[in-house]
């Protein structure tokens, strides 16, 4: 198995809370907008045609793939939609690049897209048995194989509570350890089978799949996700226009969470001591925060793509 395609592939992923996107994006014709996060292309191809005469789309992904495919979703839009194999920490650079100062809307879809997950080269499923790898970029320096099989049993259960609130953790770490003693653990089958074997059966028959979990803290751990959110949301802020949007969509509570607070210290403004009764200075909020709870995706849509069940959308406004 070719765990990196080089061929085209007809990849169909279902963009996540459409309507909802379009709507707190208020689009306009001729602004200018960013899909950090382009994917297939699903979002941004409804974003230029009601952006249309002449909007733009500044799309980044940092799977290759992805951006071969939504060169091919967007062709027919010419040099309105420019996209970018980077990741969205280096939207400034991209936006000097392409000599923009200010943008009207940016778009964060962040998770795994539908291709990803559906393709075990990738190794992102526990669905499905291929090579252990979850890197969306294939050049990046650590594969979950790497993690499993390197880190100590006691860094293995921090990083699933943490990342996955695996509850438990310790137990499927130790088994982890002991089976990687007989021979290294190679493939996305033989992890979720020792995984499933580490929790208690009444515990397997309840909810999600019980490999879920810590398939999400690998992938969260192999891919740094969790790690530049806050400080790439500040800095894609900068470049807001007054009465810009930003908006995220997320798929577990620490993205989510990050989201909240980040567009709530945004929003606050005053940075005075605690104690101080009265500002004084005088710093204004950056962001009005549009989603005091996320929204949610409609019972119709959860039907249609059951992948959407877990998606958290909140938005903010850039300050006048």
């Not at 907008?33 to 002449?54: K, M, N, S, W």
Request: glycine letters at 8%.
């Amino acid at each position: 198995m070719v765990p990196w395609r080089e061929q085209e592939q007809n990849l169909f992923h279902q963009p996540v809370m459409l309507p909802e996107v379009l709507s707190v994006l208020s689009l306009k014709p001729g602004g200018v907008y960013v899909d950090c996060t382009v994917g297939g292309g699903g979002h941004a191809r409804e974003i230029l045609r009601l952006t249309a005469p002449d909007g733009l789309l500044v799309g980044l992904d940092r799977d290759p793939l992805a951006i071969r495919q939504a060169q091919t979703q967007l062709a027919e839009y010419g040099a309105r939609a420019k996209l970018f194999n980077e990741n969205f920490v280096n939207l400034p650079l991209i936006l000097e690049k392409l000599q923009i100062r200010k943008v009207d809307g940016l778009l964060y879809d962040l998770g795994v897209s539908s291709f990803q997950l559906d393709d075990p080269g990738r190794g992102f499923s526990y669905l499905a048995d291929g090579p252990l790898d979850m890197r969306m970029d294939p050049a990046g320096p650590v594969s979950a194989k790497d993690l499993v099989n390197q880190l100590s049993a006691a860094e293995l259960a921090d990083l699933f509570r943490r990342y996955g609130e695996e509850r438990w953790a310790k137990r499927i770490a130790a088994a982890i350890a002991a089976e990687r003693e007989r021979r290294p653990i190679e493939t996305t089958g033989r992890l979720a089978e020792i995984i499933k074997k580490a929790i208690p059966a009444p515990a397997r028959r309840r909810g999600p799949h019980p490999a879920k979990r810590t398939f999400q803290a690998l992938r969260i751990a192999v891919n740094r996700e969790l790690d530049v959110l806050a400080k790439a949301w500040k800095e894609a802020v900068s470049f807001l226009k007054p009465g810009g949007r930003i908006c995220v969509i997320s798929f577990h509570s620490l993205e989510d969470r990050i989201a909240k607070e980040t567009f709530r210290e945004l929003a606050a403004g005053c940075k005075c001591p605690p104690g101080i009764p009265v500002c004084v200075c005088g710093r204004p909020g950056v962001l009005k925060v549009l989603t005091r709870r996320p929204l949610l995706p409609s019972p119709e849509e959860i039907e249609r793509n059951p992948r959407a069940r877990s998606a958290r959308l909140r938005a903010a406004e850039k300050a006048g």
